[in-house]
């Protein structure tokens, strides 16, 4: 059975008659395709250049926005200052709402690194596994790699994924 998709291409859907074989050798073509497809390859370069960017602009800047300061961090610096991992006793009750596990990650950043410049960019790492994510998914329902690739890559270009990368926000590690 074939399947055409979006991208006019063929995704050959095996059935019970023609199972691949895995037992053979990998085909070297397959290995170095980022680099022979021109459109991947610049897309992958954009995707360079905007980590680039975000690194610079999580290092240099303060995030000042409500969400990050008033819940997620405070929660974090609560933690390193009593040196337990409790419930935060505050009328605000959005600080004891959101999942613990993420903002212990930024604890660990808080207390590991040493410095509070790079929390900004902490959340940046589940933009890595959201991608690893997708590609492993796409190729699980058997989508031709360099199509799994565009896909993935073009998750890292999505404007609120490239805008939250540098927050104190826990939502791109809950979407990843």
Known sequence: MI??????????????????????ALNRSDNFMIFKNNFIFILFIAFTIISVWSFFIAFSFNDVSFQSSNYHLAWAGYVIQERVIDVFS???????????????????????????????????????????????????????????LFCALLYAFIPLVILQSTTNYIDLALAS
Not at 6 to 18: H, K, L, M, R, S
């Open 90 to 148: 505050t009328t605000v009750q959005w600080i004891n709402v959101y999942p613990k596990n993420i903002e212990l990650w930024y604890v660990w950043n808080l207390i590991f690194l040493q410095d509070d410049r790079l929390i900004d960019f902490a959340q940046y790492l589940f933009v890595l596994v959201g991608i690893l994510s997708l590609y492993s998914l796409l190729k699980k329902i058997r989508v031709r790699k360099p199509v799994a």
């Open 3 to 24: 399947v055409e998709n979006v991208f006019a291409q063929e995704i050959d859907i095996p059935n019970n008659d023609n199972i691949n074989n895995c037992t053979g």
